[in-house]
């Protein structure tokens, strides 16, 4: 099958390997442009533009894909299907259009819940058990197209990079199935019911919030493993925690209540077990304390 394979992040690697790997004729591969990263700011492709090259698979980065003539090259693909992979640009109608099979995407949740930018953290961060991957025919609405498959995973008390790693295998897989499938699969329509949106993550989320319960707070810290990372400020400094245990200790929230750095929340504590400072490598607590002290008794906000 002659496929345009369109993905950005780590993600969608998987994806566009599975591709390759079950022989179709990935003709190009779309990404967003290489970004400034690191200290030196310097230019990066994206690691679904350094895997496509790696192939010797032709990679085009336009900024959008609204002008033009961007989307007259796409249409002179001669595409059977396009697959997409949390590409991160908007596809308009045209290029939904172009090729004969149309869009397929590989969203991970179990639609329609979580529709939209962050569904793996977001699921993590509303207590949910189960996420997945759904494969779904793409339209101009946010994740709204119908389905062509779903597979489930639990969450337990994966963190969002353990989980996103998990789904990227099962979107993989998902995908490769739906195309051996194509065109005989029958496209089920979302159900009204249970729709909900998963808004990208703001900075500002990433701040411990103790006047919530510990489970709360727990899941919080996973949602944000490994970006952009949970954390509390003290003495000017942020300390970031990658990973706690819950106990049922009781104190006014954002206390500190023994040597370990046990911190009370509204209902429950936590206690760290990985953490990590501004410009070091993550740490156990009690190498933390070695070199940092936080009383028992301080409050932290």
């Known amino acids: 099958m002659r496929i345009?394979?369109?993905?950005?992040?780590?993600?969608a690697v998987p994806t566009l390997e599975a591709l390759i790997g079950a022989g179709h004729d990935v003709t190009a591969v779309y990404s967003?442009?290489?970004?400034?990263?690191?200290?030196?700011?310097?230019?990066?492709p994206s690691p679904v533009q350094r895997a496509a090259e790696a192939y010797g698979i032709e990679v085009r980065t336009p900024p959008t894909l609204r002008d033009p003539e961007a989307q007259r090259a796409f249409a002179a693909l001669a595409l059977d299907a396009a697959v997409v992979a949390a590409y991160g640009l908007i596809l308009p109608q045209p290029i939904l259009d172009a090729p004969r099979l149309g869009c397929l995407n590989v969203h991970a949740s179990l639609l329609p819940r979580w529709r939209g930018a962050a569904p793996i953290q977001r699921a993590i961060l509303a207590g949910d058990e189960m996420t997945g991957v759904t494969i779904m025919q793409m339209e101009r609405g946010l994740d709204t197209g119908p389905m062509l498959a779903v597979r489930a995973t639990e969450i337990d008390r994966k963190t969002a990079g353990e989980l996103t790693a998990e789904l990227a295998e099962i979107g993989a897989q998902l995908m490769a199935g739906v195309l051996e499938s194509?065109?005989?699969?029958?496209?089920?329509?979302?159900?009204?019911?249970?729709?909900?949106?998963?808004p990208k993550i703001e900075k500002h989320e990433a701040k411990l919030d103790f006047s919530r319960i510990a489970a709360e707070v727990e899941r919080q810290i996973r949602a944000f493993?490994?970006?952009?990372?949970?954390?509390?400020?003290?003495?000017?400094?942020?300390?970031?925690?990658?990973?706690?245990?819950?106990?049922?200790?009781?104190?006014?929230?954002?206390t500190v209540l023994d040597d370990?750095?046990?911190?009370?929340?509204?209902?429950?504590?936590?206690?760290?077990?990985l953490v990590q400072r501004a410009g070091r490598a993550p740490m156990t607590a009690a190498e933390l304390l070695r070199g940092f002290s936080i009383p028992s008794g301080t409050l932290l906000r």
């Not at 967003?32 to 990066?44: D, E, I, N």
């Not at 970006?227 to 929230?253: C, M, W």
């Open 4 to 11: 345009a394979f369109m993905g950005t992040p780590d993600f």
């Open 32 to 44: 967003q442009p290489p970004r400034p990263a690191g200290r030196g700011k310097a230019s990066r």
């Open 182 to 198: 194509l065109p005989n699969l029958q496209p089920v329509k979302q159900p009204e019911d249970g729709t909900t949106y998963a």
């Open 225 to 254: 493993n490994p970006l952009p990372g949970a954390y509390f400020e003290y003495q000017g400094e942020r300390i970031k925690f990658h990973s706690v245990d819950i106990f049922n200790q009781t104190g006014a929230p954002g």
């Open 260 to 273: 370990r750095l046990t911190i009370a929340c509204a209902s429950g504590a936590i206690v760290p077990i």
